[in-house]
């Protein structure tokens, strides 16, 4: 192939290329305005958007209702003692229940002191009112002895003579020697059956001191001893709440009340208890007035529910006044200090309302609210008076159309 030849094949694949390329970029551009011409133009419609903020309400109610003033209080015995022995001796035994944490009954017996040196007393005392019981009766005889004499003279003398020819003194001594004899075994037999210790009250042994052998006086504490019938909360409240408070009048008990262990018992255990007295004297410490509640059963012997520990801090929920005509509310729907959401035409209406009594749930409003209201229980980002609301399940025509 010649030179020539050569380069007249080279312009020929240079316009090839050339035209290749451009048949490429005109398809492309057809591409691209077809495109153009088939998209679908937005329409703008001509609807518009009327903000409205969601919420949801609930219906106001008037009632009555009690309010729950809560205090927290201790746990105390009602009854509590050191037992004590009234004889001294050493102890030769004692109840199989008498140890910490064991029960007793009224009357049973709890420990024993050796009883010989008592019963021989009492022997001596017998012995002794026999002797004097006898020296009466001589003298009496000797008196009727004495009286018969006296008849068989049929002399007069004075009263004073006659009554010791009589020998009326020496009756009244020997009368005086039975009595004191008489008082003398009885102390005896007292002291005989206090060698048997026994339980004063229904009790529970908290703390046990002696043991078998133990050499006791009456001034020897041989254990703790509480009742078991009634244990007492000493709660703390407010003063302002006392009035709140249905203190016992007559036959009429005191105020209900719910004592509670959450943290051990959960929220929904409690034990029933009532408010006993009023406590004359404020808390040193806390300045609260103090309130006497009684638990009965505290220990649960004869129910399910759990035991009251002495010592233990509780919660006490005590049923306040019932309170007439007035609107109860969760407090989280209180707004500030005294207001609430209400809505009203489809719009929010800020109100201010006067408030019965705040307890922890609750709030009981007695003013700036009407029967059959709608109560805002939504919280707002932002608020003023008279933005629209709309309920949350609520369908309306307001949406945005397309």
Known sequence: MTESTQHESGRLGVWVTLVFILAIVAIS??????????????????????SAALVEVVELKQGNFRPTITALGTVEASQEIELRPQVSGEITGFSEEFIPGGFLQKGDLIAEINPIDYENQLAMRQSDLLQARATLELEKGQQIAAKKEFELLGEEIDASNQSLILREPQIRTAEAQVA??????????????????????????IERFVNLGSQVSSGTVLANLVGIEEYWVIASVPQGDLQWIDLPN????????QVMKPAVWGEATFREGSVLRLIGTLDERTRLARIL???????????????????TIVENRIQGKELNNVFRIKREYLRGE???????????DIRTVRIAYLDEKYAYLEGGVEDGESLVMTNLATISNGINLRLIDETTDSEDSL
Do not use: H
């Open 29 to 50: 551009t057809g591409i691209i305005f077809l495109i153009q011409a088939t998209e679908p133009e937005v329409q703008r419609g001509g609807a518009t958007r009327r």
């Open 180 to 205: 004191a004899a008489q008082a003398m075994r009885d102390t005896a037999q007292l002291d005989l059956t206090r060698t048997q210790i026994t339980a004063p009250f229904n009790a529970q042994i």
């Open 250 to 257: 007559g036959n009429t008990p005191g105020a209900r009340v």
């Open 293 to 311: 509640i009684g638990v009965d059963d505290p220990l649960a012997r004869n129910t399910d529910a759990p035991p009251l520990l002495l010592g």
């Open 338 to 348: 005294n207001q609430v959401w209400i809505k009203k035409d489809g719009k929010l």
